[in-house]
């Protein structure tokens, strides 16, 4: 019985073996290869080739994916750095201390400063007054050639009319002493030679004005306010509100602490429309350079902080264009200070269309103001203030144009305009062809071409 159970389980073996085999010759028929081999295959010199070939392509990226994530940190980096600067720059510009004056300037980094009260500034700046005082010099002469041809006028006028208009002839003389040249042209700042702007205010480096384009536009500001402001000429120092120096700065606004108001006599302002705003460098000379450098920023940069905040508070758009226009007529003081800028940013008077300044309209208005002004000084000719008045309006000077809003926005405008020449920098986004047509628009009378 044990053989018989043993040749039953060695043919039930026989028989499972052969149907395996059969199996396997169906699967090879079917798929029409060759037994399969589970042993590893040796590999062919082209899959060798081309295994090698796959990883040199799998380092190559690996390394430039490695690269082009420390080239982005780096990148970031360099804009953290960037933004910290302008931050700490912009800062530094917006720092404002009511009644003590600021630590350092905002415009002058110490090597400019420490160059500016060193042997070389004063030198150049020696340079500029010799061709400053010799164009003052030609500037007499044809004073004097002028006053010659109207001499006899006013003896005639002296013999028959009791002397009025002899009187309205030496209050305009009078009066040349402390206003600007003129003949327009005579004090002219174009030309190779540098300005007394380019001189205190040196161009700003290419690293500045990429990295703080805010400070590079200050700078350029400043070297055209000082450049429009040192043809004045201002000859009664014991006045405390006289203008003197290369930024003509008063004694009442440097000695009166910054954004304060005051009056004639210098005392602290308590009413809404003060005679000026101070400064905050008492004791200074208005004649140092580094004074007048520091002396007109501070004058720009409290109307440009008075024009922020009532952008706040009442929702104004404030564009780099109209800061350019407040610079032009700001760095003419009391032409326009906090008055001014409070009147065009308040709503209610009329000067915000769509919540933007409408220069337009507050140019028109000045316009109007300017020439009742003239219209009231021919009434009464006889005074110091009428007489100066009046040549202001004359051909020599404005032409017919405000004096604080047109006229000076046309000078400020030449004067950039030079500078931008000589590598200074503007806002990119300066609208100038809406800074010309205010300067050129007949705004109310058509007085001016």
């Known amino acids: ?19 395996e085999d059969a199996a396997r010759r169906a699967s090879m028929q079917n798929s029409g290869g060759e037994e399969e081999d589970d042993r590893p295959r040796k590999k062919t010199p082209g899959q060798i080739a081309y295994e090698k070939k796959q990883q040199q392509k799998r380092i190559v990226a690996e390394s430039q994916a490695l690269m082009n994530q420390k080239k982005a940190t780096q990148q970031a980096q360099s804009k953290i750095a960037k933004d910290k600067n302008l931050a700490k720059a912009e800062s530094e510009m ?9 630590v350092a300037s905002s415009y ?95 161009r ?19 070297a055209a306010s000082i450049n429009v ?7 009664d120092e014991k006045d405390k509100n006289s203008h003197l120096g290369p930024a003509q700065l008063s004694r009442n606004e440097l000695d009166t602490p910054y954004k304060t108001g005051f009056n004639d006599d210098g005392s602290i302002c308590e009413r809404a429309n003060c005679r000026g705003y101070g400064l905050g460098l008492p004791g200074e000379d208005p004649n140092d350079n580094v004074t007048a450098v520091r002396g007109m920023g501070r004058r720009i940069q409290q109307v440009f902080d008075r024009a922020e905040n009532l952008s706040e508070k009442y929702n104004i758009i404030l564009t780099n264009t109209d800061k350019y226009i407040i610079a032009a007529m700001a760095q003419n003081g009391p032409g326009f200070d ?17 919540s933007q300044i409408n220069w337009e309209a507050y140019f028109e208005v000045k316009q109007g103001e300017w020439e009742e002004r003239v219209n009231q000084a021919n009434k009464n000719p006889l005074t110091k203030e009428s007489a100066e008045v009046i040549l202001y309006n004359s051909l020599f000077f404005t032409n017919g144009a405000d004096f604080d809003t047109r006229y000076s926005l046309e000078k400020f405008y030449d004067e950039t305009s030079n500078l931008e020449d000589k590598g200074y920098s503007l806002p990119q986004d300066l609208d100038i062809e809406r800074i010309k047509e205010l300067i050129t628009n007949d705004l109310s009378t058509g007085v001016r071409e």
């Open 204 to 222: 700003p480096s290419r690293w500045t004005i990429y990295y703080l384009p805010d400070q590079a536009v200050m700078k350029t500001y400043l």
């Open 229 to 235: 402001q040192s043809d004045g000429k201002n000859v």
């Open 338 to 354: 906090y008055n001014d800028i409070n009147r065009v940013m308040t709503p209610e008077n009329g000067f915000i269309t769509d």
């Open 108 to 202: 002058l980094d110490k090597e400019e400063e420490t160059w500016l009260k060193g042997v070389a500034s004063q030198g150049a700046w020696a340079a500029v007054n010799a061709r400053e005082e010799a164009k003052k010099a030609e500037q007499e002469r044809l004073n004097n050639v002028y006053a010659a041809r109207w001499a006899g006028l006013a003896s005639v006028a002296q013999e028959n009319n009791g002397g009025l208009l002899s009187m309205l002839w030496n209050a305009s003389i009078s009066a040349l002493g402390t206003i600007a040249s003129p003949l327009k042209n005579i004090y002219s700042n174009k030309g190779d030679n540098p300005t007394v702007g380019e001189t205190l205010v040196p």
């Open 94 to 102: 917006d720092k404002v201390k009511p009644v003590t004056p600021y």
């Open 1 to 19: 019985m044990l053989t018989s159970l043993l040749g039953a389980t060695l043919a039930e073996w026989q028989k499972k073996r052969e149907e």
